[in-house]
């Protein structure tokens, strides 16, 4: 029973978008809005009356957008974040005396009825708002005061004038509001946070000539090809000292024969460790060029963060109580028992020192902020503990906003939505298995229309290092071309592991293996980039209409459409102003030609019922004219597996 | 960063039952589970393990009950609530390095490696736990961990073993655990709370001679025909003296004509207000004795708690501060413009001398429990401040934890629910008004099986003195005896304003209002409570049934059953064991015979797929064999609206 607890008769509840009870903070990107919506409620028949408010951290001063009604007490206001960082709203809202008794005069002059006292009570209402007020706002009101109070029913009109009414707006009692009980956050990154189209690639199987070390200056030669593509993040592998103890032959045999490289996420040597660069592959003045090359033609280099260490590494050396001792006096590597990867130690996240851990690894981070990279694909982070990975990206991204961390974890659900909630701007997914029109249907419903699109940003790959998926392995091309372009026109993110990718290598380890057989993780490749069989040209276009349609640049306008046949998927993309309509239909058998009839909802995507519209295929410059909500559609996949119609009116 | 934030690995998210994060308790009565689950996962690999920790409040002692493993993260515990009060239950979890290494071990044992380095580092485990423990499980352990270190192989048996589980689970390194960072609240009611039937009378409508006001006595004298009609909560509306200023008369006539008694609702006289007896009624001695012998026979008398004051009430003339002055020196009537209560004053909850406003409402409260009532109907709660309801409820259930309050509130649907959040203990629902076999499971389904199970319990009104709903005006016999069965096995808890009810009272004031004509508000009636055309027969056979069935007793076993006609609703309520089954099909038609097939999911039902089954007709005392998911059903509504079956196997 404190004041003015008692006194405060609003609620305010049902806030969205609200993570966890407010524990976890939304995403956005630079331009976007943030529309809150909640119920707000008093007892009894009073108007309440509120406001968003909202401000960029650190600002103390808090900007107000005033609550506007939507239906059954609920209530809506937005505001657009313009810049990055971290942003946060709340709501404050209360009992409207003034608008309570406006509203009921209006229905007593309505009546007939002797209103003088009542203006009485309104003149009370408007002199005590012009006792909050100030300057012409108080003398103004303090005038109106006096007319209600003496002009009798004369003054009906200027009681109900939209100029009192936003006087007392401006100057309302707000002495017993509520506040909202939290202050919700908004973390604010880059656009690419939203819209980025991945191109992975082994710096080391870069060179032109077969059975040389690719180096840094061949990356740079390759850039022009990645720009081609239409590709604007260039991640890279670990780029540094491989160790030699336990070192992974070919095919991830367990011994090397010698001038085996190893695999790049055995990190750590004599030369150094994680801020270090493995030596065949130039220096630290070469890697800074290859990222301001990249950036000049538009792409941003990526760093791969594998926290964790060969037994080569400086760390085992200086840093003993970082790694798990044994009663046999040894480390332990990581295992999956009965598997052991005695190449690999994890670090201890349970040692009494981790604090010096964390700083450490924080200081990795930020070398090569230093570098130039704003952008990391965190190597499993599902396997070192939610609370770091929470204080590491909030600490860094107060310094650096513009960071960008792409989970790559393939893990059980709620664990994936875990660290998307704690921080990570994008994440892998389970795309790579989603094939069957059921299947992509229900995950792309789950990842865009429940709470996890206000955390969770998928970042769509058909294949990486470790995923070649029996799908690709055996539908060739047709599959190939329809997975990309799910991949890219279902996700505003996407990415490929290339050239295998494009060059559409598809041999598996063994028959039942997901991993490449002849794996570039454990061998340097000599690829064929120009080979005349290669997806660049479908890739290259494909990237280009994700360019050029505003539709394809976030997933918050996906629709899915009935076809009546499931081997075709339907669905269409929106921008947020409604004027780019792009709408995909897949062939999802690799095999046969496959027909059916596509129904849209004319009026949701705000097309003619009556007449007709045109269908403009992107991929076949083809033209169509449609009319009415059902048509016609048919995919050879030999031919062309997918449409991506630019839909016009 | 601060210790043991940086080593708390385990998560726990998704707590269910959880009202608003944690911001309201839920309800249960006693002698119910509380079922609590929860997300519970760490990062990587290892096991995790946890505990419900449960307690009554104020026992300061958590009890624990350890959490089973469901799918998907998720985990489950229960408790039960065996006294009325408060409880408290929260999560604690871990990572179970003992688990994870057993876990770890049997397969490395499986996969034939040598694991005497595992042992060792199990023996290490083991004696850790040692040291935690005490006695008896001390120098086992210890013993134990000496095998595991110096055994070999010999000790795998041991190590895998039921006992080390057992001890290893009850010494178990809890220093890194994560403790939900909430405790969540249970109110627990007596069960009356859950299972109720109220009859509602107007004490001064009791006297058997025509013309003469009734008194406590004449109420007595009434209590065995409610008794034989099977309900146990008998319902006065307000005992207290009756304001005579602006007194309306019969019909609501704004005039009261001389002799005219005026509404029960129009509180205070100079006899006195709140805790005072209107003097035609009799004395407080009258009124316990009525209270004793109502509880004699099972009844409990649940009285009125209508928080407004006629112009005469002493309040008004001690506390003028309670209410709200108009410029012309008057108080403020109730209005809902443009229509006047002269004869109301609400108290102003904006008074700053809102604390002994508060208090004094306190006082009329436990006045009347001193009287011993234990179960208060409160008149329109939606129009005073949800945080005096709270700290009320609160208060009041601190010292008397038995006492049920039922919210009186038609109003909109979040302010409904808030009001049972905030503590009441049922609440009036929309029941009258839902009709068709749609709106029905619309709303049953909403009720009983999303969050406001947890929170609303519902109380099922087919009239009361303010509402003859349309459907009784017209609907004859059919539409009472239908609407009967429908309140009363749909809900646990119902009531009805009776003896209209019974008697089938059906004129309205006027076409197209719900008020009664000659309404019971403004004037003394004499009914012929034995007229041979009462419904008593039908409703003392329905609440026999009621208390003979525990499947009837409480919301949670409801479901909807197929049947493909749609004025024939069909739903069944299983007991929480499973052992009672009630059918119930009801003709929502009141004029023409009805039949359809009616379809049940034999399966969740526990009845035989191939065998026969045996319905009982309660209500008719007939019998039907039946096979199969799919049967005839039939009613005739001038025979019979409804089945009642009890499905036997």
Chains 1, 2 share one sequence.
Not at 39 to 47: A, E, I, L, M, P
Not at 93 to 106: E, K, Y
Not at 342 to 348: A, E, G, N
Not at 469 to 482: D, R, S
Request: proline residues 7%; hydrophobic residues 40%.
């Amino acid at each position: 029973m404190i004041e003015p607890y008692g006194r405060q008769r609003v609620v305010i509840e049902g806030v969205w978008p609200e993570i966890d009870g407010g524990r976890f903070p939304i995403k956005r990107v630079v331009g976007e809005p943030v529309v809150v919506e909640a119920d707000v409620y008093c007892d009894g028949h009073d108007q309440v009356a509120g406001v968003l408010c909202w401000r960029r951290v650190p600002e103390p001063t808090w900007q107000e957008t005033r609550l506007e009604y939507v239906e059954n007490d609920r209530w809506r206001a937005s505001f657009t974040v313009t810049a990055v960082g971290r942003w946060c709203y709340t709501l404050l809202a209360w009992v409207d005396r003034f608008q309570s008794w406006a509203h009921d005069l209006a229905k007593r002059v309505d009546a007939g009825q002797d209103v003088c006292v009542d203006l009485r009570i309104g003149a009370e209402l408007v002199a005590a708002a012009a006792a909050r007020a100030s300057g012409a706002d108080a003398e103004r009101l303090a005038a109106i005061a006096a007319v209600l109070r003496d002009a009798g029913e004369a003054a009906v009109p200027l009681a109900l004038s939209a100029e009192l009414a936003a006087l007392m707006w401006r100057h309302a009692d707000r002495r017993f509001a509520t506040a909202y009980d939290r202050e919700l956050c908004v973390v604010v990154d880059p656009e690419r946070a939203r819209f980025s189209a991945w191109y992975e690639l082994f710096p080391r199987s870069t060179a032109r000539e077969p059975g040389r070390h690719g180096t840094f200056a061949d990356v740079m030669a390759r850039l022009p090809y990645v720009r081609d593509l239409g590709f604007d993040v260039l991640y890279l592998p670990p780029i540094h000292p491989i160790g030699r103890s336990f070192r992974k032959g070919r095919n991830n045999a367990p011994t090397a024969a010698p001038g085996d490289p190893g695999s790049p996420w055995a990190i750590g040597g004599p030369e150094g460790g994680h801020t270090a660069i493995h030596p065949e592959l130039g220096t630290l003045d070469d890697f800074r060029r290859l990222v301001a090359r990249a950036r000049d033609l538009g792409i941003a280099v990526a760093l791969d963060l594998a926290f964790q260490c060969s037994p080569d590494h400086p760390y085992v050396r200086e840093h003993p109580e970082w790694f798990r001792w044994r009663p046999d006096g040894t480390i332990q590597y990581a295992e999956n028992p009965p598997k052991k990867y005695q190449d690999i130690y994890p670090f201890d996240f349970e040692t009494d020192a981790w604090r010096a851990l964390w700083e450490e690894l924080n200081r990795v981070v930020r070398f090569w902020i230093a570098q130039g990279v704003q952008i990391f694909r965190v190597d499993n982070p599902h396997t070192k503990p939610f609370a770091f990975w929470e204080w590491l990206i909030d600490d860094i991204k107060r310094d650096y906003p513009d960071t960008i961390f792409l989970a790559e974890a393939f893990t059980r659900p709620k664990v994936m939505y875990r660290l998307a909630k704690l921080g990570f701007s994008q994440s892998y997914t389970y795309f790579a298995w989603r094939q069957t029109k059921w299947e992509l249907t229900q995950y792309l419903t789950e990842l865009t229309e429940t709470a996890a699109r206000e955390f969770f940003r998928p970042n769509f790959w058909p294949n990486t290092p470790d995923i070649l998926t029996e799908q690709l392995q055996q539908g060739g091309w047709p599959t190939f071309a329809a997975r990309l372009v799910l991949a890219a026109t279902l996700s505003s993110n996407y990415g490929i592991y290339g050239p295998a990718f494009e060059l559409m290598e598809n041999r598996p380890l063994e028959p039942g293996r997901e991993e490449y057989l002849d794996s570039e993780k454990y061998e340097i490749k000599c690829w064929d980039w120009n080979r005349p069989t290669s997806l660049r040209e479908l890739i290259a276009r494909v990237n280009q209409i994700r360019r050029q349609n505003p539709a394809l640049q976030s997933n918050a306008g996906l629709r899915f459409h009935a076809v009546d046949n499931d081997q075709l998927i339907a669905y269409s993309k929106q921008s947020a102003d409604g004027g780019n309509l792009i709408l995909v239909v897949v062939n999802l058998d690799p095999h046969y030609r496959q027909s059916g009839w596509l129904t849209l909802p004319l009026d949701a995507l705000g097309l003619p019922a009556g007449g007709p519209y045109t269908v403009y295929d992107l991929l076949a410059d083809a033209r169509y004219h449609w009319q009415g909500p059902t048509n016609y559609v048919e995919l050879n996949p030999h031919e062309q597996p997918a449409h991506i119609f630019l839909v016009q009116h």
